[in-house]
Every structure is written in structure tokens, then in C-alpha cells.
């Protein structure tokens, strides 16, 4: 369902079945003591809400901000809804529950009010997955526009608040399902069975439909199965304070923080691709694939901070233009692997005979070479010029490409006459090495930088 976020990395295979044991054994010890009463803790329901609202509110919102991204994640907006409500309501039954404010509820003075709320709350959620698991049987959630996937999460926002609004308003005049802080009433109400009924199909219907294939589809079910046991031991425990009440509540804590764990993973090993990636990217924009070698925008790049830096401190800088010669006769005679061979072959000889550790080699477009030596005179050059025409010429010898070649290198320098920027280094060294052409090829010829210019200017 979500390729980005589960390739290569199936998770912890034994997170989910562990996880869903510990929640059975929590509500196997629980059940049997569920109706035990327990010291009221009106403050602490407080603490939980808070905690619930926030924990079900984030999930609602990395959702939406992955679904408005685009991400393949698209399939979850009923799931992002359903968040989205049990936010709403958790809100909603921190005003209704009395002692969280004041002794009395903030609003609505019936004491059944926070059940009401509870039980529309643990219809709702339930209802919003099976909205989801019928989005996934129909399969429609591929075509839509991002935005548009949004609409079912304010959709599920209105109708909490409304809802919640009529609860707040209207909980007097609805059936009578608390007594003090008794709600037992509700094992045999249909507030209580219906979110029984309810919360047991969604479970049921998620496993069904995802059948756990992957991290999502199984933290998802396990955010269900905690709600489940959360309705389930609520109604057992048959008060408030009771020992199945409290449990209920870890419960409830669990359903909200189980997929905001996956999706805290998730979004980590997003940015961790995201930044491999763009580091990737980085070293591949300034690199040819074919040699290895920095390419054009990469030598260019270097060679402006190479000059101002030679310029500053007034040191040398030589430049070695070299072009693979009758280099579309090697690849005519014996074809364009062997052509990539020999490209790849020249590029290892450059780099054994420029080893300085502040050379710069590059690949400077097609069957040219540029070699940057900082802090290297025109002598210094020229014996790094000439140990290249060399090596290059000896590769066939040594049985590492299948015909011979040769290469012609112009060489410029800085400081020279005329010579102020990179362009014009470039132009000196492009200009020494048509000069070698032009005088047979397989020679090192050194720019005149001032014949040159004068030769270039109009008469
Ligand atoms: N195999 C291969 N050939 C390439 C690559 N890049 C450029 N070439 C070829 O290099 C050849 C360059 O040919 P020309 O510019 O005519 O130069 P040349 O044949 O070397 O002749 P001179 O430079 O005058 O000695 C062309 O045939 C290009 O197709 C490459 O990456 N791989």
C-alpha cells in the first residue's frame, strides 16, 4: 500500500504479535476485577484527554499533511478522519466530564452527559473505519487530487462537533444511560451494545481487508483492537473508577498512540531517503556517471575558487586541455563500448599522472579532459602534460583497451599575459591544443597567451 515508506524494510516482525499479546493479557487480568472500584481520579482523567486529544490529533494532522504532500499514503483518509473525530470528541467529553474544570461539568449539567459523549464517540471512530475499509474495497482513492482527499476529514470534524454540540445541548432528553457513576445500563442499551457491535466489525472488517500486509495495515488493526478492548472493558468495569474504567482508558491512550508510532517511523525513514537522496544528488550533479570524474559544472565550480585563490596569494595555476585523438575512428573501427573503454582507460591514466592531492581532473564534456594544477608552474605543467601523452599512449600496451590512442594537450597558465579570468585560461589552453592538432596530434603544446590574443584580435 505505501511503497516509500516500506521498501526494503518489512519492521520488527515481532512488534505487532508481541504488541497485540501484551494488549490481550492486559485485558484478560483486567476483566474478572473490571467492576472493582478504584480511588476516583477526576484529575487524571483530565491528564488522560489531554493526552488522547493530542495523541489522535496528531495522527489526524501528519495524515493530512502526508495526504496534501501527495504521498501514497492516500488510501488512509477515512483512517485520518477517524482520528480526526475521536480529537473532537475527547474535547468534547473533557467538558462533560465533571471534576476535570470543577467539581460540576464545564458544560452540560446532566451527569450522563460524558456518557453520551463516550458512547457517540465509540460509534463514530468505528463507523469511519468501516468507511475506510469500504474506500479500499472499491478501491477508489487512486484518482483523487490531494485536496480532495481532505474532504472526508472536515467532513468527520463537522459532524463531531455537531454531534458533540447536540450531546452538550441535549444529553438531558436523551435515554437515561448513567446512574452516579454507574452506566451498567449500557451492557443491555443500545449506546453500549451498538459500540460493542460496532467496534468488533471494524476490527474484524480491517483484518479482512488489509489481511496485515503491511506496517501500516497492522498498526492500524492494532489501534482497533485496543479501541475494541477499550469498549469492551469500559462497559464491563459498569462505573467510573472501576478497575475495567481505568483500563479502559490505557486502552483508549493505546488505539491513539499505536499509528502515530508508525507514522512517527514512517516520516523518520522518509527524511532519512529524503537526505540520502539529496546527498546522492549533490555528488551526482557535479560527477560524470561514465568515468567517475567531476564533470563540467563541477570543474567550473572549482576552478573559480582555484583562480582567486592563486590570485591572492600569487601562486601558479596551470591548465592541461587534453582531446582524445581521432576519437571517432576508434569508435567507427571498433565500436562505442570499446570507445567507452577507452574513455574510461584515458581517465585512469590522468588521474595516476596527476596525483597531487589538490589536482582537479574532470571530464569536460564528449572525448575532453581538463586537468586543473594549482600551485604549478609552466614546468611543473609541462611534465605533468607529458607524463599523461605518455601513460595514455602506453595503455594499449599494457592490454587495458583494444587499440591504440593517443591524446593532444594544450596547456595555459596563471599568471600570464592576457590571461586574467577563467574564460580566458580555458580559451589559452583550447587554443594550445588546436595548435597541437594542427602540428599531428599526440604532443603537449604550451599556450602563447599574447600571440594568442593578438591573433584573435581584428586587424
Ligand atoms: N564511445 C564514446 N564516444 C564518444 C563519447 N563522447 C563523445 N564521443 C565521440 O567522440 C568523437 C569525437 O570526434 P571528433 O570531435 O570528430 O574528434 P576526433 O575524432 O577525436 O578527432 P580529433 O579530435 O581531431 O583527433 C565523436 O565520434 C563522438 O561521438 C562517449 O561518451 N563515448
Redesign the pocket.
Known amino acids: 500500500m505505501i511503497p516509500d515508506a516500506n521498501a526494503g524494510r518489512p519492521g520488527n516482525p515481532l512488534a505487532f504479535p508481541l504488541s497485540a499479546t501484551v494488549l490481550t493479557l492486559m485485558a484478560l487480568f483486567t476483566l474478572p476485577v473490571a467492576t472493582v472500584a478504584l480511588p476516583a481520579q477526576p484529575a487524571l482523567m483530565g491528564l488522560f484527554l489531554l493526552a488522547v486529544c493530542l495523541l489522535n490529533g496528531l495522527t489526524a494532522a501528519i495524515l493530512c499533511m502526508l495526504l496534501l504532500a501527495g504521498s501514497p499514503l492516500h488510501s488512509l483518509t477515512w483512517v485520518a478522519a477517524a482520528y480526526a473525530f475521536s480529537t473532537v470528541m475527547a474535547v468534547m467529553q473533557m467538558l462533560a466530564f465533571p471534576g476535570i474544570f470543577g467539581p460540576a461539568p464545564l458544560v452540560g449539567g446532566s451527569g450522563q452527559t460524558a456518557a453520551w459523549v463516550w458512547a457517540v464517540w465509540h460509534a463514530g471512530f468505528p463507523l469511519l473505519l468501516l468507511a475506510h475499509v469500504g474506500q479500499r474495497l472499491l478501491g477508489r482513492h487512486e484518482a483523487q487530487a490531494p485536496a480532495t482527499q481532505i474532504l472526508p476529514v472536515l467532513f468527520s470534524v463537522a459532524c463531531a462537533l455537531l454531534l458533540g454540540l447536540i450531546v452538550l445541548g441535549a444529553a438531558e432528553h436523551l435515554p437515561v444511560i448513567m446512574d452516579g457513576y454507574h452506566y451498567g445500563t449500557m451492557l443491555r442499551d443500545p449506546s453500549g451494545i451498538g459500540a460493542v457491535v460496532l467496534s468488533v466489525t471494524a476490527l474484524c472488517a480491517v483484518v479482512g481487508v488489509t489481511r496485515l500486509r503491511d506496517t501500516f495495515d497492522r498498526w492500524l488493526t492494532l489501534g482497533q483492537y485496543a479501541f475494541t478492548l477499550d469498549v469492551v472493558l469500559a462497559l464491563a468495569g459498569q462505573s467510573r473508577y472501576s478497575a475495567g474504567w481505568y483500563m479502559s482508558r490505557a486502552m483508549s491512550l493505546l488505539c491513539a498512540g499505536a499509528l502515530l508510532m508508525a507514522l512517527l517511523a514512517h516520516s523518520f525513514r522518509l527524511y532519512r531517503a529524503a537526505a540520502q537522496r539529496a546527498l546522492q544528488l549533490q555528488v551526482e550533479v557535479v560527477h560524470d556517471p561514465?568515468t567517475g570524474l567531476l564533470n563540467r559544472r563541477g570543474l567550473l565550480q572549482l576552478m573559480q575558487t582555484e583562480l582567486e585563490r592563486a590570485r591572492r596569494h600569487a601562486r601558479p595555476l596551470a591548465l592541461l586541455f587534453i582531446?582524445?585523438?581521432?576519437?571517432?575512428?576508434i569508435?567507427d573501427t571498433y565500436g562505442?563500448p570499446a570507445?567507452?573503454l577507452c574513455?574510461k582507460s584515458a581517465a585512469l591514466q590522468l588521474c595516476a599522472s596527476a596525483n597531487r592531492h589538490c589536482d582537479v581532473i574532470a571530464r569536460y564534456g564528449?572525448?575532453e579532459f581538463v586537468v586543473l594544477l594549482p600551485e604549478c608552474d609552466e614546468t611543473g605543467a609541462g611534465v605533468v602534460a607529458e607524463r599523461i601523452r605518455a601513460a595514455v599512449e602506453a595503455a594499449y600496451d599494457h592490454g587495458t583497451v583494444p587499440c591504440r590512442m593517443s591524446v593532444?594537450i594544450g596547456l595555459s597558465r596563471f599568471p600570464a599575459d592576457g590571461i586574467t579570468s577563467l574564460d580566458e585560461l580555458i580559451d589559452a589552453a583550447d587554443a594550445a591544443l588546436y595548435e597541437a592538432?594542427r602540428a599531428g596530434?599526440n604532443r603537449v603544446v604550451h599556450a602563447r597567451p599574447e600571440a594568442a590574443a593578438r591573433s584573435l584580435s581584428p586587424s
Open positions: 561514465m582531446d582524445m585523438d581521432h576519437f571517432k575512428h569508435n562505442h570507445g567507452d574513455l564528449g572525448e593532444s592538432k596530434r
